[in-house]
Nanobody, 116 residues
Framework: QVQLVESGGGLVQAGGSLRLSCSAS????????MGWYRQAPGKQRELVAT???????NYADSVKGRFTISRDNAKNAVYLQMNSLKPEDTGVYYC??????????WGQGTQVTVSS
């Protein structure tokens, strides 16, 4: 059974920083793309950032220049460094992983709250 476990969420003031982590446990082969998504209350889940196996990254326009996604393939882990946080960054953050066999896995989510 594969599980993705996120950590690092919390409450922070505007302008502050948080670092989210997500690691995969269980048998998981050849992870391809890793990513972070978020869902604010009353809104649909949206893409925050993705990172391909080769290291190419993609960011939502709203987080460019403030957030950095990275990965550790040896640990089956993905990270999201979030700086200059804004109240509109508040939401539940989910990590996602795709394998080369087109298997998709999601974490349970971690709450990020940014106060003004």
């Amino acid at each position: 059974q594969v599980q993705l476990v996120e950590s690092g969420g919390g409450l922070v003031q505007a302008g502050g920083s948080l670092r989210l982590s997500c690691s995969a446990s269980g048998i998981i082969f050849r992870i391809n793309t890793m990513g972070w998504y978020r869902q604010a209350p009353g809104k649909q889940r949206e893409l925050v950032a993705t990172i391909a196996s080769g290291g190419n990254t993609n960011y939502a326009d709203s987080v460019k220049g403030r957030f950095t996604i990275s990965r550790d393939n040896a640990k089956n882990a993905v990270y999201l460094q979030m700086n200059s946080l804004k109240p509109e960054d508040t939401g539940v953050y989910y990590c996602e992983m795709w394998t080369i066999f087109r298997e998709e896995y999601w974490g349970q989510g971690t709450q990020v709250t940014v106060s003004s």
